[in-house]
């Protein structure tokens, strides 16, 4: 047996410390190549059974219940299942450069599924929740061949999805059912009697996955246009889980509390991959994961009992826990929360400190850089509201762009740029080569489309979304400051900035926030809160709109598109008043749109014909001065 890292031959009995920059300097000697011991996720998942054959590699909760007995499968016996799958995959015509698209919940399939797809193909978690049309988007864009989804269930419409969908899928040869008993005569197929016809101790397509091959795609992006899918090579998700069992010390037998989506390299990479790879466990909180109202709510009874090191998930989770009193529940196992895939509002990083005594390890990374890029090292000083330092053999640099997105200079430490990002990590491109324009700084280097800043030890700072920034008459307002001051106003359990649209200044900035539940603020409370505590006045929102629930992605992530659509039909209507004073019916939608990002349609409804063009004038007249685009519709 190696050392103590299933995934790398150099490192002996003990993780290497990494205390000081020079530490990782020294580290970074040995080429990276030298040290990875798996060429692709198959490799990595065999590593990890191997040290822990007969320990859960899974561990199934059907309701985030803590007093259920959890359905278990062994490392043993997923190395197995996952072996099956791909034969499956194969024996339906998969080759290395077919796509196995997949739409399940959180059940132990799933798990199988996107491993056995990556080994005999390429794997494609889809979103399920979305629409119809957008997931027949996605699915067409990845050219699927075979789709696995769940079958009819009560409580879930993934089955219907499918079968509405179906037919815009020309490249779709089989149906894979989980849950289901099929249909052959229909190229509908129950995964439960497909994959028990297959061997379980080789590849029968006597498949070498090389480093280079696809592994998978993975969608990202707004709701709005084509779909952008991110092509992962095996070696870009092996480093992922290489580099985070180094950093955070895996090791066989740990539980960590699982509840992300698997179409979230969040959940499929930095959490799955990394545990079953280290020879860890998940203790999967039910099919819907944390969405589901027990795993908050049972949260240090589930602590208690399967005793992770680690509190780990997305921020607007992190937070809810908070809420909820640990009561008498032994949580000492836990010597860390850690959270990404948008910044941890410092004054929930500080709760946490204050309220359950653990440090605070932030994430920082892309779909584009296989998930996590940066971290607070464990073995370092943390710095609240950092996302820390790049991971060994990771690149992060500063610059500033001009109007075209072509390198200006670099920016000084502690100067707002854009932050881009270098590392084996980092994706090769998108697979519409449409979406690879402005991609890339000097062919390597990925754009972010973040702002942030390197402080003087090289520590990473977000400082907003590029596109996220409030333009008022020229001037940049970053929303997170803001944010981070209306999150501290004890009422408020949600809050986001976004720009409303203004005739004069451009955009202004608006407040929206989600109450903590039963609580209660007076008008004008929220933006005087912000007044007091901002030094800059230009950056007080015009007005805090209370929304609830706020709108968020499938991956817990405020979904700040429908918020400005929120404010700018307030803004129209409110221009549009007058219309509407005279007794005209007009009405205010904004919504996506596929080339101007966004669009106000406006519908005139029961006009005598004589009157419509006029009146139409004067709604193109009221909304000229505006920036974005409007349209009239007549009903």
Not at 618 to 625: D, I
Request: aromatic fraction near 6%; charge should be negative.
């Amino acid at each position: 047996m190696a050392g103590i890292h299933a995934l790398d031959r150099l490192i002996g009995n003990d993780y290497p410390e990494l205390l000081t920059d020079e530490e990782v300097r020294a580290f970074e000697q040995v080429p990276y190549a030298d040290r990875v011991t798996a060429e692709s996720t198959y490799d990595a998942i065999r590593l990890g059974a191997e040290r822990n054959p007969d320990g859960a590699a899974i561990q199934f909760l059907q309701n985030a219940d803590p007093a259920d007995a959890p359905l278990v499968v062994t490392h043993r016996d997923f190395i197995a299942r996952v072996t099956q799958a791909a034969n499956m995959f194969h024996a339906l015509g998969a080759e290395k450069g077919d796509v196995i698209s997949f739409m399940l919940p959180l059940v132990p399939d799933a798990f199988v599924t996107l491993f056995g797809a990556e080994a005999a193909g390429i794997a494609n978690p889809v979103n399920p929740l979305l629409e119809p049309h957008q997931l027949a988007e996605i699915l067409e864009a990845a050219n699927t061949k075979i789709l696995v989804a769940l079958g009819p269930m009560p409580g879930t419409d993934i089955w219907q999805k499918v079968e509405q969908i179906r037919p815009q899928l020309k490249h779709l040869k089989a149906i894979v059912q989980v849950f289901g008993g099929g249909d052959p005569a229909n190229g509908i197929f129950a995964f439960s009697d497909l994959i028990k016809q297959q061997p379980s101790d080789r590849l029968v397509s006597g498949r070498k996955i090389r480093g280079s091959d696809i592994a998978a795609y993975f969608h990202t992006g707004g709701t709005t246009g084509t779909p952008k899918l991110v092509r992962h090579t095996h070696a870009n998700q092996v480093y992922q889980a290489w580099a985070l069992n180094l950093l955070l010390k895996g090791k066989p037998g740990a539980n960590l509390l699982f509840g992300m989506p698997l179409f979230h390299v969040g959940g499929s990479l930095t959490q799955v991959l990394t545990t079953l790879s280290g020879g860890g466990s998940l203790v999967v909180l039910s099919p819907s994961g944390w969405r589901n109202p027990n795993a908050v709510k049972n949260i240090w009874q589930l602590v208690a009992r399967f005793k992770p090191e680690a509190l780990s998930s997305v921020p607007t989770v992190l937070a809810a826990t908070l809420a909820v009193p640990p009561g008498n529940a032994d949580i000492s196992s836990l010597k860390y929360a850690a959270g990404g895939g948008s910044a941890i509002p410092v004054a929930v990083g500080s709760a946490i400190q204050e309220t359950l005594k653990l440090p605070v390890v932030e994430v920082y990374g892309m779909t584009e850089t296989s998930s996590v890029h940066t971290l607070a090292y464990p073995s370092r000083p943390i710095r609240l509201g950092s996302v820390g330092l790049p991971m060994p053999y990771a690149r992060v640099r500063i610059v500033q762009l001009d109007a075209d997105g072509r390198l200006i200079r670099d920016c000084k430490p502690d100067e707002i740029g854009v932050v881009i990002m270098a590392g084996p990590g980092v994706f090769g491109g998108y697979l519409n080569d449409e979406h690879n324009k402005g991609a890339f700084i000097d062919g390597v280097w990925v754009n972010s489309g973040d702002l942030g800043r390197l402080d003087a030890d090289g520590y990473l700072w977000i400082t907003g979304r590029a596109k996220d920034l409030v333009i008022r008459g020229g001037h940049n307002i970053d929303p997170a400051p803001i944010e981070e001051i209306m999150f501290r106003h004890p009422a408020v359990g949600f809050a986001a900035v976004v720009g409303q649209p203004d005739a004069y200044a451009g955009e202004l900035p608006v407040g929206y926030v989600q109450l903590k539940p039963g609580a209660k603020v007076e008008p004008g409370e929220l933006e005087a809160w912000v007044r007091e505590r901002t030094p800059e006045r230009a950056a007080v929102p015009v007005q805090v709109i209370p929304i609830d629930p706020m709108p968020v992605t499938g991956v817990g992530k405020v979904f700040k598109p429908q918020l400005r659509w929120d404010a700018a039909a307030r803004v129209f209507t409110k221009v549009l008043a007058p219309l509407v004073e005279r007794g005209i019916d007009c009405k205010v939608k904004v919504g996506p749109h596929g080339s101007h990002g966004s669009i106000a349609t406006v519908t005139l409804t029961g006009l005598p014909a004589g009157q419509r063009e006029a009146v139409e004038g004067e709604v193109h007249a009221l909304l000229a001065p505006f920036v974005m685009r409007h349209e009239v519709v007549q009903a």
